[in-house]
């Protein structure tokens, strides 16, 4: 059984590039959830994909997108970066219903913006 | 407003020694609550996983409790390792679509 792998692990980016993250969800869930956390601070939801569609946001701006693929593969995009994105993206995966067990997520991709 | 608040916010404690962190919650619908553990720049890595019906949950030297009706929950650990520093986050479920409330942590150094 597979875990959930993030690439890449680092990465900087200068102030209004675009990005993508990309992650592979533990075999057999499908759903992906991203999550921003800020150095000292807990996750912050962005978004969850269940079955290669958004099922609830939260509170970021639309250049913060996502996909999620038919292998329930997922990417994170952020257009115009912006200094304050400068944190750790994690995505965790899970089956949608009825899983209170197996939420697991990756090791995360350090973002720095510069 | 759904929120977990956790403390203390930071903790030293001896090698060896116990120490318990506090978790208070205000998420509704509640599903279940979680902790887990963190390392500086990775990933979280689950405890424990508790829901409604249950109270106490062990892992090793990890003990969880949880109290619905105050909602209140702890994490105990007994013979600290210099291992154990890190940072532990309580996180509460919504049921449904399993959408996490996520504690801001509680920062453990364990000294020699």
């Not at chain 1, 912050?44 to 997108?65: L, V």
């Given at each position: ?28 869930h ?39 693929f ?45 | 407003?759904?929120q ?46 508790m ?47 399993q ?14």
């Amino acid at each position: 059984e597979t875990g959930v792998t993030q690439s890449p692990t680092h990465l900087i980016k200068t102030r209004g590039q675009q990005v993508t993250l990309r992650c592979s969800s533990q075999s057999g869930h499908n759903t992906v959830s991203w999550y921003q956390q800020a150095l000292g601070q807990g996750p912050q939801f962005i978004f969850q994909y269940y079955r290669e569609e958004e099922n609830g946001r939260g509170n970021f701006p639309p250049r913060f997108s996502g996909l999620q693929f038919p292998n329930y593969s997922s990417e994170l995009n952020v257009n115009a970066l912006e200094l304050d994105d400068s944190a750790l993206y994690l995505c965790a995966s899970s089956l949608a219903v009825g899983d209170a067990s197996g939420y697991t997520f990756g090791s995360g991709t350090r973002l720095t913006v510069v | 407003k759904n929120q977990v608040e956790q403390s203390p916010q930071s903790l030293i404690i001896l090698e060896g020694k116990n120490c318990t962190l506090q978790c208070n919650y205000t998420v509704s619908p509640f599903s279940n609550l979680r902790w887990y553990k963190q390392d500086t720049g990775r990933g979280p890595v689950s405890l424990t996983i508790m829901t409604f019906s249950e109270n106490t949950k062990s892992n090793g030297r990890y003990t969880a409790t949880l109290d619905a009706d105050t909602k209140q929950s702890s994490l105990h650990i007994t013979a600290s390792q210099l291992s154990d520093s890190a940072s532990y986050i309580c996180v509460v479920g919504n049921t449904g679509f399993q959408k996490l409330v996520f504690g801001t942590g509680t920062r453990l150094l364990v000294s020699p």
